[in-house]
């Protein structure tokens, strides 16, 4: 036989589930505008870093394509190619911007400018806000091209 349901325990159990339903209406009355901007402005500042993402990928590939070009002048004899490294010196992206200071480097000892290829491994190689393999790089370019005038203890 089956034991009757306690009808106050029935019935605590109604005005328990009614007052969770009153607290929680009255919590999305309260709470609810700001939740909703909340996630408003959640969602914008995740399509406006994709979108800034984006940006910097196509710029990246842009400078990129620019530097290739250059090279390309570069080994064709052009001489307009350092007025096409000048810009993408001060690119956003670090790799297009290293190599074309170091482009710039190599051009510079291709027509015996030793001081200004120097200075240009020398800024690279101080610059911390760039990788340290470019550093590394710059300061063998540098060793290798100043060798002869080094300090025996440098």
């Known amino acids: 036989m089956a034991i009757a349901p306690d009808e106050n325990l029935t019935f605590a159990r109604e005005v ?16 609810g505008k700001w939740a909703i901007a909340g996630v408003i402005v959640l969602l914008l500042a995740i399509g406006g870093l994709l979108f800034w993402r984006d940006y910097q990928s196509k710029q990246a590939a842009q400078d990129g394509e620019k530097l290739s ?34 482009t710039g480097a190599a051009l510079a ?13 020398k800024g690279l190689a101080a610059d911390t806000g760039i990788a340290q393999p470019w550093r590394d790089l710059a300061t063998i370019r540098l060793t290798a091209l100043d060798f002869d005038s080094l300090a025996p203890q440098a």
Not at 74 to 100: C, F, M, R, W, Y
Not at 110 to 121: C, E, G, L, S
Request: aromatic share 4%.
């Open 109 to 121: 000892l291709q027509q015996n400018d030793r001081p200004k290829a120097i200075a240009i491994y």
């Open 69 to 102: 070009a250059a090279i390309e002048n570069i080994g064709n004899g052009k001489v307009a190619v350092p007025a096409q490294l000048l810009p993408l010196e001060t690119s956003h992206s670090d790799a297009v911007a290293v190599s074309a200071r170091l």
């Open 16 to 31: 328990n589930e009614n007052l969770r339903r009153d607290n929680l209406r009255d919590a999305a009355r309260a709470y």
